[in-house]
């Protein structure tokens, strides 16, 4: 059983910052990448960022510059910095993981619960 479980989400201004994290625990054996997707309101989810095991980052157009993504591999925890928020930004926000666990030994996708990001005056 793997269990993905965020944070950092919330109401910021215009311009303003969020931090988001993701711990990963269970009975993982590996974790090949992990990342962000976010979904706004009547859209489909979308990649926002993401991290491979050997710290190769990818990013969207849409945030390249204003978002960070990191992870801590001691703790299997993703972070994403977000700077510069903009209105267009606000979505529910959901972790993923590229892993293997100790059960299956083989890959699988997990999902977050997803975290709100409004960004608002």
């Known amino acids: 059983q793997v269990q993905l479980v965020e944070s950092g989400g919330g109401l910021v201004r215009p311009g303003g910052s969020l931090r988001l994290s993701c711990a990963a625990s269970g009975s993982i054996f590996s974790i090949n990448a992990m990342g962000w997707y976010r979904q706004a309101p009547g859209k489909e989810r979308e990649l926002v960022a993401a991290?491979?095991?050997?710290?190769?980052?990818n990013y969207a157009d849409s945030v390249k510059g204003r978002f960070t993504i990191s992870k801590d591999n001691a703790k299997n925890t993703v972070y994403l910095q977000m700077n510069a928020l903009k209105p267009e930004d606000t979505a529910v926000y959901y972790c993923n993981a590229d892993l293997v666990t100790w059960s299956q030994m083989r890959r699988n996708n997990y999902w977050g619960q997803g975290t709100q990001v409004t960004v608002s005056s």
């Open positions: 991290i491979g095991s050997g710290g190769t980052t």
